[in-house]
């Protein structure tokens, strides 16, 4: 053999073994992609919220009909939340799906864009709710309704610094112009709730659904009366946030009020990690909408729970590919 040829035949021979190992590369990280996680870690809320008797729940169906999965379910909150879950500090995680959009775009209160996460659906809407003694004064009594204006000169706790609620009342008291003629009082939801009923605050917020047990037990505790927005004060709300929308809270939902309540609203989202196993993803979705009626009887946030309706106020959050497969197949997503 000459020497030209035998370099041509070393050349072939090169090439042939580069071409094989960029397939081998490529079949390995295909497998990667493939590979099913076996333990997974989902944060929730604080004990006394909605996010943790919702994730207990959801973790044993999961466990029970995904094959070789467990899954651990952790104290969190609204905002460390969208920040772990970008992170990949944890699997899943809730939060307020209106809460999302300030995350993203690296709004106040986050001091960078958060958004390496996705959405498996929004199982549930909850409204603000803003509760105020009367003892305080507040004029009202009559109709158990005033507006955010007589507030000024009150001690109002927002809710935990950060969250989505002391963000929105933050807001809501910027609309109104009173934040620096109200004293303001972050803190916890436990330790909000036990001030309030003792009287060390005058106002409590928080994010919760209509009719909530742990409104009606401040208002059995403390005589009370609601808050409300008006329809006008939305547009200068959207200036912060464009997927803020409002609600009401019907006449009749808690002792005393007699007239509608006008409040903002927003998503309880179940947020994923963008690079979650898809097909994984697909059958945790799955199963949320084949047991709706059972976790019904865990919490009542699930009653009512169609695919359509988690398509809802996700508020600029994307699916994630295994969801959206999933609400394809059902004919919720086109």
Not at 15 to 30: F, N, P, Y
Not at 99 to 127: E, K
Not at 231 to 243: A, C, F, R, T
Request: aromatic share 8%; glycine share 10%; hydrophobic share 40%.
């Amino acid at each position: 053999m000459s020497r030209k040829k035998g370099k041509a035949c070393i050349s072939l021979l090169l090439g042939m073994l580069l071409l094989l190992a960029l397939v081998l590369s490529a079949g390995c990280r295909e497998q990667e992609k493939a590979v099913r996680p076996s333990h997974i870690v989902v944060s929730a809320g604080p004990t006394v919220g909605t996010w943790m008797p919702l994730s207990t729940a959801l973790a044993k169906i999961w466990e029970d009909n995904i094959e070789g999965l467990s899954v651990t379910v952790i104290e969190g909150s609204g905002a460390a939340n969208y920040v772990g879950i970008h992170k990949g500090t944890f699997d899943l995680a809730w939060s307020h799906s209106v809460g999302a959009y300030d995350a993203m775009q690296g709004n106040p209160p986050f001091d960078a864009r958060y958004d390496r996460f996705s959405a498996l659906g929004v199982i549930y809407v909850t409204y603000l709710h803003a509760s105020a003694g009367l003892d305080t004064g507040i004029p009202g009594a009559e109709t158990g309704v005033t507006t955010w204006n007589n507030v000024r000169g009150l001690s109002v706790c927002p809710g935990q610094v950060g969250d989505v609620t002391e963000i929105m009342v933050r807001r809501i008291l910027e609309v109104y112009g009173i934040y620096d003629e109200v004293r303001y009082r972050p803190m916890e939801m436990s330790d909000a709730f036990m001030q309030y009923i003792d009287r060390a605050i005058d106002v409590n917020c928080g994010t919760i659904q209509p009719g909530a047990a742990s409104v009606l037990q401040l208002t059995m505790a403390r005589r009370s009366i609601m808050l409300t927005l008006r329809e006008e004060d939305l547009e200068k709300l959207k200036q912060y946030n464009p997927y803020y929308e409002l609600g009401t809270i019907p006449a009749g939902t808690y002792p005393g009020q007699n007239q509608d309540v006008l409040t903002m609203v927003s998503g309880g989202i179940l947020l994923i990690r963008d690079d979650f196993d898809e097909e994984t993803a697909y059958q945790m979705t799955r199963l949320i909408f084949e047991n709706v009626d059972h976790l019904a009887t865990v919490h009542e946030v699930f009653k009512g729970l169609t695919p359509r309706r988690a398509l809802q106020a996700l508020c600029g959050v994307k699916l994630h590919p295994g969801a959206a497969r999933y609400y394809r197949e059902v004919g919720a997503l086109n």
